[in-house]
């Protein structure tokens, strides 16, 4: 298994443009989540999923967008990137969501907008 | 917002030492998680706790649920230098029968040679 791989890596942006964040997982996790990582914060939820169809707000969703159409997938959306976007991005999937799953998290996107 | 907080921020220790850290919360947890972030990598979870007094061991590292259920704490024995890393706590907040887990700020430790 290649767990939850995200792409890219890193990535700079002009403020204004558009992106999509890729977040895939092969272990057939129903519960899949974007959290954004920025320096003294801790992470923080911006969108999850609980399944392919269905998806809900974190604590910092605006101007995010998400859509879980396959339970493999979950891309993040940002439809006009501002500077204060400028994080590293993790998804983070699991069983079924619940407190006694575990959750894995991929490698992480380093993300400029400038 | 966020709801837990973790102390101290940053530890610098010399290799050997133990380390202490804790987290709180107003609120309070049925379940305590401990994360740890390697440089450039996503978290991986190190020790998840389910019940208030539980004293859960991994290797070198101990993990206490508070009984208040509103703190735990995290201990390393012996440090190395692969411990290096940022450390979290995280726990689950219900929404509707979904849960979302929230992080701590996290501690970072740095080993001086």
């Known amino acids: 298994n290649a767990g939850v791989t995200q792409t890219p890596k890193f990535q700079v942006l002009k403020t204004g443009q558009s992106m999509t964040l890729q977040c895939a997982q092969d272990?057939?996790?129903?519960?899949m989540s974007w959290y954004r990582q920025d320096p003294g914060m801790g992470l923080r939820l911006i969108h999850y999923s609980v399944g392919a169809g269905i998806t809900d707000q974190g604590e910092v969703p605006n101007g995010y967008n998400v859509s879980r159409s396959t339970t493999e997938d979950f891309p993040l959306r940002l439809l006009s990137a501002a500077p204060s976007q400028t994080s590293v991005y993790f998804c983070?999937?699991?069983?079924?969501?619940?407190?006694?799953?575990?959750?894995?998290f991929g490698p992480g996107t380093r993300l400029t907008v400038l | 917002g966020q709801q837990l907080n973790q102390s101290p921020q940053s530890m610098f220790i010399q290799e050997g030492e133990d380390v202490s850290m804790n987290c709180t919360s107003s609120s309070i947890f049925n379940t305590w998680l401990w994360y740890k972030q390697d440089p450039g990598e996503g978290p991986v979870l190190l020790i998840a706790l389910y019940k208030a007094g539980e004293l859960t061991s991994n290797g070198r590292l101990t993990a206490q649920f508070g009984i208040t259920r509103k703190d735990s704490f995290l201990n390393i024995s012996a440090s190395i230098p692969s411990d290096v890393g940022i450390y979290f706590c995280a726990g689950p907040i219900s929404n509707f029968g979904n849960e979302k887990l929230t992080f701590g700020t996290g501690t970072r430790l740095t080993i001086i040679p």
């Open positions: 272990m057939n996790h129903e519960y």
């Open positions: 983070a999937s699991s069983y079924s969501g619940g407190s006694t799953d575990t959750q894995y």
